[in-house]
């Protein structure tokens, strides 16, 4: 089990979505001439709307890669305005140095034509239904299995020698 750090960012009405995107990014990927960086700021648009539809509110972003587990929430209306619980500091590691993806919570009618914005500009960023929690085991259990589906033994070469 890893660990996970969580973030906590002013969204609305003290940040526009794109503020808050960009506040996200340089946590992230504070390297601004990094090919990571480009990639994430591809995406501004659509993660951005996210961000204004609130699905950041209860459901994080999740960054997947070096270091700690990264969870991403927005915060909104008078909890963005006191801005009591936000945590905006900056990462002891950055978690997109090496091999990373980042899971982008999303509303149940938006989340087919988001999922196809995505893959047109990122095969690391996705979306995921902000409906459905996401937990360490399922994490874990969706690599697994994807590790699993890409080994194919061939027997007959297998058994040769």
């Known amino acids: ?37 480009k990639e994430l700021e591809s995406v501004a648009g659509i993660a951005s709307s996210l961000i204004s539809e609130e699905a950041f509110k209860d459901a994080p972003a999740v960054v997947r890669g070096k270091g ?17 619980d936000s945590s905006e500091a900056a990462l002891a590691t950055v ?16 989340l087919e034509w988001v999922q196809a914005a995505l893959k047109n500009k990122s095969t690391r960023i996705t979306a995921r239904d902000l409906s459905e929690p996401v ?25 040769r020698s």
């Open 68 to 84: 700690p587990r990264v969870r991403l929430y927005c915060l909104y209306g008078d909890d963005a305005i006191s801005g009591e």
């Open 95 to 110: 978690p997109t140095e090496e091999e990373w993806k980042m899971s982008l919570p999303c509303p149940t009618d938006d």
């Open 135 to 159: 937990t360490e085991e399922d994490e874990d259990s969706q690599r697994d299995n994807s590790s699993a589906k890409a080994v194919t033994i061939n027997r007959k070469e297998f058994f």
């Open 1 to 37: 089990m890893s660990s996970v750090v969580a973030r906590r960012i002013i969204a609305a009405p003290v940040r526009h979505a794109s503020g808050a995107w960009a506040k996200m990014v340089n946590l992230i990927a504070p390297d601004q001439n990094s090919s990571t960086r």
